[in-house]
């Protein structure tokens, strides 16, 4: 053994002894070599314990080579990319490497927590159910945050996730899942057809268990056929072969997930690469050839740091050249687990006894173990003597009586192996019992799928390469490729024969689901408290609802319960598989979709002048808007915005509205057409006016408002609040070629067409007239309120202007095409320079529009009417619109329904919040005494206080009452006083002069 590494091998394994590297565990630096794993380093450095369970804390060791460890979780990296919950068994050996154990406290060796092993007769399966009960008031001051605080293993960082992860699509004729011998076979004759292939493998390298079990294939090493195959795959431009990759999930329509681990064997992915990438493959047909798991035996202290499934040791051995232990035991129930022995006494790793369950040892079996100089003991393992530091024997019960003790600081123990059934059960697909493996293997797919190999119940070598060949072939050929049936790959058909054993009774803690914590007896007492049902068992003792899903353990608690109850395992059944079929990151199902990628972002004409500016953007469905332009001492953002304010009321500013819908509305029946989808008429509209409108649901409640112009005869310009543009287009449509087919009208959705600024203030024409072509009438009498027109500005250009307010003063809307929007504004602020022009953000915008007691977005929120709005005169009697029978119904029409009103503190120096409740003065809080909301608020810049709009129960009765304010949220209860809606300029002569 390499003595810089005390249980590395002297000669063997897939590693490159060439290339050490170093890492750290625990904070000790160790060493490895290119090709380990974080567990197979462990192991070589002689590390037994790893870990702690959730639930006890009893110390734990490595059980298994693959990604069913549930014992060897640990946090990988450091700071932002710590990692909790990372299998050290999956985990790729890299430089600089840093892992932490987790769960214990303050070390590894020495956990506080381990305490709970004294108090496991009270912390049973059901201890939460039984125990957090009583007293009731008890559950949210002590009972949660004491179950929060011991809940999880690992920490996450905490801070945002540094890498980036992509998501992507690939098509196929076959996909071939894992590339262990059945899987390569199936990927040759699929490939040799012509058939499009992918190859889809977890490991870094193809092989699965060859590269740990070798034989012989086509008269060739193992290894020597596996390089082979793959060469040949590798050559053909049909197949893509894809590792580092697993396949979660089975969808709808051939489509399943899949997770590339691109750069998760670096610290850190190269500059404008991905961590990982998750797919999404369609293939016409699945072949799965995911292998199979060995299981546990249950017996007292199966849990030990030193005890390790019999393959992972035959792993370790032949892969990575470590040795789990000097002195080796084995405990099986089948012949697989004599390969163990047999790999192990190659690499000169002493035997101390083999323990086989079975009365009836094969001969050959006999021979090995005199030829190598060990006993061989017919029993089972009743205890495992040792602690935390691993075992140093092992106790047996003889066959017939008696007992034995083995000293062995390894034990192996091989129960038998279960398929992976997981993927071809995903479509809630039930296994079926095979009693000849002890095993479940699949039973009815998912269309298109079929399962080879291992994962099929075929254990033996030749088998899977029969199976696996036909597999692939079948599937090429259901996609209509007809070449050439080569002959599967040979080999031999070596014994897998079982004698079924579940559980050994003893003394201890014999442990089914090691992660969790789950007992033989937590199955027994599930079964004497009416749990008997396997969805009940799992929730009731946890039982496989760890990281591993159950692959250890969900096959061996349903053979105890089915003992227990009198049933066979299949009569006991299995519960529902559901993906992931192994754990994936959040961040790879988010991809790319994060931060300002969440979704996709639209700027506004004016976006890039605005943020020379130093605007605050806030978004606005997928629009950036300016909020706020800040200027250099301003100590917050009502500064700002109150600045912003005064300089409209008293002079002139201008915002970009150009995120507003805009639909062009065009036909000889588009006044027709807006008759029936707005409340009020349209028709009648005059060419060149505008006019606001509302439109309801088809159930009677307001879906959207704004203003539509008629720009001809049969052309009008329709705009809709930023929000609802997209429904508000699609609704039209739905009216258009659903409702009314026989209406010659066409729509078009403009919104990116334009910019549209809005300019207000008393100086509005001042600025102008400065950009528009001195011919151009603005003055009251030559464009009046409402008014519409295409104008000329200066330098020749056209532009559409329109006399709209929604700020209560002067103002205009000016429209030019969208590639010219930023222009407009820079010229804007250059032409206003003599009038103190000021930008002004969606802050102020909303800040004057309550004060003029406009309703917007929050007033139309999907519950008001129009009469709830204020604006049920506009409701025409003379014609039919949509929404209109539906309005009149009785709840629609209550007299005591919430209306909009004003609302302002009593004391002017109180903040109003938006949300708060309205109350009755005097009034005990709660929902019976509720009576509606705020639903609007800003500072009054022109009232020096605090206003807000709100729905009140029949508020337009009770203007002048003073009800209170509550806000549960903040803690404030205080008075305001009901008013009218319109606080500044209520006649409206601002706006028209």
Known sequence: MASHQSHRLAKGGLIDRTRAIDFTFDGKQMTGYAGDTLASALVANGVTLVGRSFKYHRPRGILTAGPEEPNALVELRTGARREPNTKATTVELYDGLVAQSQNRWPSLAFDVMSVNSLA???????????????????????????????????????????????????????????????????????????ARVILAEEDRIAGGRLNSDGGEIDTMPAAEWTSSALAELESMPNVRVMTRTSVFGVYDGGVYGALERVNDHVPVPPKHQVRQRLWRIVAKRCVVAAGASERPIVFSGNDRPGVMMASAVRTYVERFAAAPGRRLALFTNNDDGWKTVEAAHRAGIAIAAVIDARGDVPQQYRTLAQAGGFSVLNGTVTGVRGGKSGITGVDVALTGGGSANVSADVLAMSGGWNPSVGLASHHRGRPKWRDDIAAFVPDGCPPGMAVAGAANGDLSLGACLRSGHAAGFAAAHDCGHSGTNHLAPAATDESSAIAALWHVEGKQKAFVDFQHDVTASDVALAQREGYESVEHLKRYTTLGMATDQGKNSNVTGLAIMAELTGRSIQQTGTTIYRPPHVPVAIGAFAGHNRDESFHSTRLAPSHHWALERGAVFVDTGLWKRAQWYPLPGEKDWLTSVTREVLAVRNGVGFCDVSTLGKIDVMGPDAGTFLDRVYINAFSSLGVGKARYGLMLREDGIVMDDGTTSRLAEDHYFLTTTTAKAGPVMQHLEFCRQVLWPELDVQLTSCTDQWATFSIAGPKTRDLLREIVDPAEDLSNEGFPFMGVREVQLRGGMFARLFRISFSGELAFEISVPARYGDALARNLMIAGKPFGVTPYGTEALGVMRIEKGHVAGPELNGTTTADDLGLGKMMSKKKDFVGRVMAGREGLVAPNRQVVVGLKPVDKARRLRSGAHILPKGAPVGPQADQGYVTSVCFSPMLGQWIGLGLVERGRERIGEIVRAHDPLRGEDYEVEICNPVFYDPEGGRQRG
């Open 120 to 194: 496991s007769p009270i912390f049973v399966a059901g201890f939460y159910y039984k125990t957090f009960m009583w007293p009731a008031k008890f559950w949210e001051s002590i009972y949660e945050p004491a179950i929060r605080r011991a809940a999880g293993l690992g920490r996450p960082s905490g801070v945002a996730d540094p890498d980036h992860y992509d998501k992507a699509w690939a098509h196929c004729d076959v996909l071939v899942v894992g590339s262990g011998p059945a899987g390569l076979a199936a990927a040759l004759a699929a490939g040799r057809t012509g």
